[in-house]
Every structure is written in structure tokens, then in C-alpha cells.
């Protein structure tokens, strides 16, 4: 069956400017995880959503960052006022009860 | 603060060889250890995982090692082959009540030769 997907796969912006990154989980899923991978570093955890609970948003770096899941499938992470530092892979992962996870193939931001 | 370190950061094997990654963590509370591999381009894919009821998890060529007294796991994959070269993560996590959010290592580069 078809996995998670994200779009774009790849995305340049310059700096200051906004940016919407979308993800499509595996149908069924309830859980959904949004991740960043930077250059030369493990994965870190930015948010959480599991059904209709109130997401778990303590990975996000700053309030610039925010993400929102609609109808309980489609996720949305919305990076405003982008630095160069949030240069970096963001990944996308759905789960359908604990512990597997199952991970999109990113989207590659580059801010100039 | 990094809660799970993971070495080395790359290695070299010789085909038919035993690669060896090795993990420790620090927050007692992790009770799900999961091991993925990641191809360049692609998202990370679950390859193994272990809970801490076990010492020790083999599926194939790929074996899981667990010391809960020392914190520390790794992953052994025998019989290395080429195309096991990828970047292999260390993860954990806190299952019930956690939301499975996993905190990773910062990966090994494995490059197994011919």
C-alpha cells in the first residue's frame, strides 16, 4: 500500500520569508510525528499528534514554528519568518498504535 | 543535552564481516528501543527493536543486544553485505503516556566493501 508522502521534496526559500510543509500519513494511522534531521545529526522530535488529542508540540524550537492536522489525516508544518538555520531535512512519520513508526521521505529546506 | 549517544559515527566493514553500532541512554524511563536504517534519500525505515523484558533480539542478520543495568544497546549485523550500507539510528522511547516520541542517536555511516 502506499506509504507516507511529503511534498514538496524539496524546497528553497530566503530568508524571512514563510513556508508550508505538507505530509499525507498512511491511511488509518492516528499518530502522526513531524521530526528534523540536520546536517550530520540524528532526528529530533518537533510535535505530535494522536487522534483528537490536544497535540504535543514541546519539540518545537521556537513559536515561529507550527503545525495543525486536519480531519485527523493531512499534517501541515508552517515555519514563519524562516532562518538559515532551519536549513534541514523535516520528516514526517505515521503510526497506527504504539511503537512503529513509519517515516515519509522529507521535505529538503534550504533558506538562503 | 543528548539523551542518547551513539558510536561510532562511521565504520568500515569488509563484506561477510560483523558490523557492530552501540548505543547508551540515560533516561530510565525509555522502555522501547528501536533501531532504523536510512538510505541517502529516503526517510529512516525500522529495521529492529527490542523492549527492555529482553537482553537480547535477533531477526536475520540483524541482532539487537540489550544491558539495562548499564543502559546501553547495540546492533549487531552479520554476514555484512553492501547493501547494508546506509546510516543506521539508535532510538528510544517512553512507551505508555510517552506518545512514542522517539529521541535518536546521531547516527553511524556504515559502508561495507567488496
Known amino acids: 500500500g502506499a506509504g507516507v508522502s511529503q511534498s514538496p521534496s524539496n524546497k528553497v526559500t530566503e530568508k524571512g520569508k514563510d513556508v508550508e510543509l505538507r505530509c499525507d500519513p498512511i491511511s488509518g494511522h492516528t499518530a502522526l510525528y513531524w521530526y528534523r534531521q540536520s546536517l550530520g545529526q540524528g532526528l529530533e522530535f518537533l510535535i505530535y499528534f494522536q487522534g483528537n488529542s490536544a497535540p504535543d508540540k514541546s519539540g518545537l524550537p521556537s513559536d515561529r514554528f507550527s503545525a495543525e492536522r486536519t480531519g485527523g489525516s493531512v499534517s501541515t508544518l508552517t515555519i514563519q519568518r524562516t532562518q538559515q538555520e532551519d536549513s534541514a531535512v523535516y520528516l514526517c512519520a505515521s503510526s497506527p498504535k504504539a511503537d512503529t513508526q513509519y517515516f515519509g521521505p522529507g521535505t529538503r529546506l534550504t533558506v538562503l | 543535552q543528548q539523551q542518547v549517544k551513539q558510536s561510532p559515527q562511521s565504520l568500515i566493514v569488509q563484506k561477510g564481516g560483523i558490523s557492530i553500532i552501540n548505543c547508551a541512554y540515560e533516561?530510565?524511563?525509555?522502555?522501547?528501543f528501536p533501531w532504523y536504517q536510512q538510505f541517502p534519500g529516503k526517510g529512516p525505515a525500522l529495521l529492529i527493536a527490542?523492549?527492555?523484558?529482553?537482553s537480547e533480539k535477533k531477526e536475520g542478520r540483524f541482532t539487537i543486544s540489550f544491558n539495562k543495568s548499564a543502559k546501553q544497546f547495540s546492533l549487531h549485523i552479520m554476514d555484512s553485505q553492501p547493501g547494508d550500507s546506509a546510516t543506521y539510528f539508535c532510538?528510544?522511547?517512553?512507551?505508555?503516556?510517552?506518545?512514542?516520541?522517539?529521541?535518536f542517536g546521531t547516527g553511524t555511516q556504515l559502508k561495507v566493501e567488496l
Open positions: 527490542i523492549r527492555p523484558d529482553v
Open positions: 533516561n530510565t524511563a525509555f522502555d522501547y
Open positions: 532510538a528510544a522511547s517512553k512507551g505508555t503516556g510517552g506518545g512514542n516520541k522517539l529521541t
